[in-house]
């Protein structure tokens, strides 16, 4: 009896070994994480009011970000039965936001300024892994179409808002991480991926209102030539996977 049940545990041992490392026909992700903006979308307003709002800023031709968060989902499935190539897709989110407290003899009152970026994303990955793997690290790349909109705030004598109309870009992200099996359904997923969010799209329309634009093609405003502005960050993320088809 005592071998009966040894034998009966090495052959469960050998089954759940088995199924836990055989490739799954899909991944879904579930991430969130930080995101760090870069020139042009990183940018401070400057340590007086009329540092901001003159031309003394260096920041002049940014969008004032300071810090974001980001989450989302991706799927991810084989480009073949046993392929180390995933074709991947998903829906992300990344928030960026800046605020400042002005209390000057000329200027007293708050200012908090937001940008998101929503990315639909398609591409492909490729999975270093292998049958009998738990740590797979992975590297890829995809197309993006963002959605970008903002919104600013301004408490001076009274709350004043300003929306940004939503707009369209075209961009590309590419990245790294790794996909560690816990269970064999369950996964944990680190990473990081740079995106370069506005690569096709640019634009400059004037501001009505207490609406306003993107603006981020060239343009000349008061007679001074401004550049285009890039929409670029990094965000670093950690997440859970779920594996079907095992």
């Known amino acids: 009896m005592k071998y009966k049940i040894i034998i009966l545990t090495i052959f469960l041992g050998i089954s759940i070994q088995k199924t836990t490392f055989s490739q799954p026909t899909g991944i879904v992700q579930f991430w969130g994480g930080y995101s760090l903006p870069l020139p042009d979308l990183r940018g401070d307003f400057g340590e007086t009011f009329a540092t901001w709002t003159g031309n003394g800023n260096p920041d002049t031709n940014t969008f004032f970000m300071k810090s974001g968060v ?107 991480g790794t996909d560690f099996v816990v269970h064999n359904n369950i996964g944990i997923v680190v990473g990081a991926r740079y995106a370069f969010a506005n690569v096709i799209g640019k634009s400059y329309s004037d501001d009505v209102g207490s609406k306003y634009h993107l603006n981020d093609g060239e343009h000349t405003s008061g007679g001074v030539l401004y550049p285009s502005k890039n929409i670029m960050f990094i965000h670093f993320y950690g997440g859970i996977s779920f594996y079907f088809g095992r």
Not at 141 to 156: Q, Y
Request: charged share 15%.
């Open 70 to 176: 980001n989450y989302g989902v991706y799927v991810k499935f084989p480009w073949s039965h046993k392929s180390n190539v995933n074709i991947t897709g998903g829906l992300g989110f990344d928030v960026f936001s800046n605020s400042k407290t002005y209390n000057e003899d000329s200027a007293k009152g708050q200012f908090d300024l937001t940008q998101s970026v929503l990315g639909i994303s398609l591409g492909a990955e490729y999975v270093f892994q292998t049958k009998k793997s738990r740590l797979n690290p992975f590297i890829g790349g995809e197309l993006t179409m963002n959605v970008i909109s903002g919104k600013l705030s301004k408490d001076f004598n009274g709350l004043q808002e300003y929306t940004m109309n939503s707009t369209v870009r075209l961009g590309f992200t590419v990245g790294a």
